[in-house]
């Protein structure tokens, strides 16, 4: 089944104590990406990816890294979390950067 | 940076009632994408648009991409309970900003049996 899935589902931390949410595609796609959604704002980008070792800044970068070694795999790394971060996170991938995006199924991230 | 203003914020109508949402901008988009997020999970594409003028049906819903390509609606027909959900309007920019996905702030729509 083509498919974006996401690790964990559900993580509850504490502040400046590194975590890091994987993002996996089998659908060969060319374009990752990550957001954030909070309530009143919608859905923000984080970051993404245009291929492998090819990442770009979004609207909301500050506080997250991601990395991407390979095509399949775009995991989201907070080296600090803080409670500014706690967000319902959203992994994406698309054939190519025009092309409707695939959502995966979320990660509920709280930061105390 | 580029915006989407998505309407109504809300919708609360009896099953079997049409629903009819938007999206504009003050920018142009190459592509209008229409999601439905249910609680807990993830969006999910409903329709894709490509070309200005554009109207696609995927079973009750009818999307078009607007002539100026600045907007673009979705419309419902005879809603159903499981119709329930977040709709979200996405659009892909033009120039620095292809590729880079915009969303409306969502539509909640609330279905009455």
């Known amino acids: 089944e083509a498919q974006v899935t996401q690790n964990p589902r559900y993580l509850i931390t504490v502040t400046g104590k590194k975590l890091t949410v994987t993002c996996s595609q089998n659908m060969n796609h060319e374009y990752m990406s990550w957001y954030r959604q909070d309530p009143g704002l919608g859905l923000r980008q984080i970051y993404y990816?245009?291929?492998?070792?090819?990442?770009d800044k979004g609207d909301v970068p500050e506080g997250y890294k991601v990395s991407r070694k390979e095509k399949r795999n775009f995991p989201l790394i907070l080296e600090s979390p803080s409670p500014n971060q706690t967000s319902l996170y959203f992994c994406?991938?698309?054939?190519?950067?025009?092309?409707?995006?695939?959502f995966g199924p979320g990660t509920r991230l709280t930061v105390t | 940076g580029q915006q989407l203003n998505q309407s109504p914020q809300s919708m609360f109508i009896q099953e079997g009632e049409d629903v009819s949402m938007n999206c504009t901008s003050s920018?142009?988009?190459?592509?209008w994408l229409w999601y439905k997020q249910d609680p807990g999970e993830g969006p999910v594409l409903l329709i894709a648009?490509?070309?200005?003028?554009e109207l696609t049906s995927n079973g009750r819903l009818t999307a078009q991409f607007g002539i100026t390509r600045k907007d673009s609606f979705l419309n419902i027909s005879a809603s159903i309970p499981s119709d329930v959900g977040i709709y979200f309007c996405a659009g892909h920019g033009v120039g620095t900003s292809y590729g880079k996905l915009t969303f409306g702030q969502g539509t909640i729509l609330t279905v009455h049996p």
């Open positions: 994406a991938s698309s054939r190519d950067r025009g092309d409707e995006q695939y």
């Open positions: 648009l490509y070309k200005a003028g």
């Open positions: 920018s142009i988009f190459n592509t």
């Open positions: 990816s245009m291929n492998v070792e090819v990442t």
